[in-house]
């Protein structure tokens, strides 16, 4: 009896040891897949003041806009953002930016998260006096940082500096930053 008791108890032991083990996800094998979307005050210099000649304009555009980032892995991170600049307009002259791409996190230090990225797609431009409006391939080379306020919602600041290569006579660099503010999914 004695025996088969203290068996009966060692086969149980084992049996929930291994159930035990089942219940939790080693860190290391854990995903790490997060969604953070958020939207943004944008400030930037459109690089264009009429004429069709890149140069540097009066008035800097103000706007608003939306960005989603998607975390795979640790540093494999895709960024979305539209950003509608339509605000303090010199002769009607506005730009919209489409733009996704890679984007790279730096590190972590206490609560601020670094990033850099390189975002593809196109931007819209209105012309003065809308005579006319375009769509030109955009590309985004920037950076900025995190700032997490709580778990589910960061601060973000921003600045990207564009290039529309295959704009009329030339290449357009407009440039300016965001500040942001995201929420986590998950």
Request: hydrophobic share 40%; aromatic share 16%; net charge positive.
């Amino acid at each position: 009896m004695k025996r088969t008791a203290v068996s009966l108890i060692l086969c149980l032991l084992c049996a929930g040891a291994l159930l035990a083990r089942a219940q939790v996800v080693p860190s290391a094998y854990r995903q790490r897949f997060t969604l953070n979307v958020g939207g943004m005050g944008s400030v930037f210099q459109p690089d264009y003041a009429g004429n069709g000649i890149p140069q540097e304009a009066p008035n800097r555009l103000y706007g608003w806009g939306t960005y989603v980032d998607l975390g795979l892995r640790r540093w494999v991170q895709i960024e979305a953002e539209g950003r509608w600049l339509r605000e303090n307009r010199y002769l009607n002259i506005d730009e919209d930016n489409y733009l996704i791409g890679a984007r790279a996190p730096i590190g972590t230090y206490h609560r601020f998260k670094p990033y850099g990225k390189v975002l593809v797609g196109y931007g819209r431009m209105n012309f003065q006096y809308n005579y006319a409006y375009g769509r030109f391939l955009d590309v985004a080379l920037g950076g900025g940082t995190d700032y997490e306020l709580t778990r589910r919602i960061s601060a973000r600041v921003n600045f990207e500096y564009q290039l529309w290569p295959n704009w009329i006579d030339g290449t357009l660099k407009p440039y300016g930053g965001d500040v942001g503010i995201a929420y986590k999914i998950f």
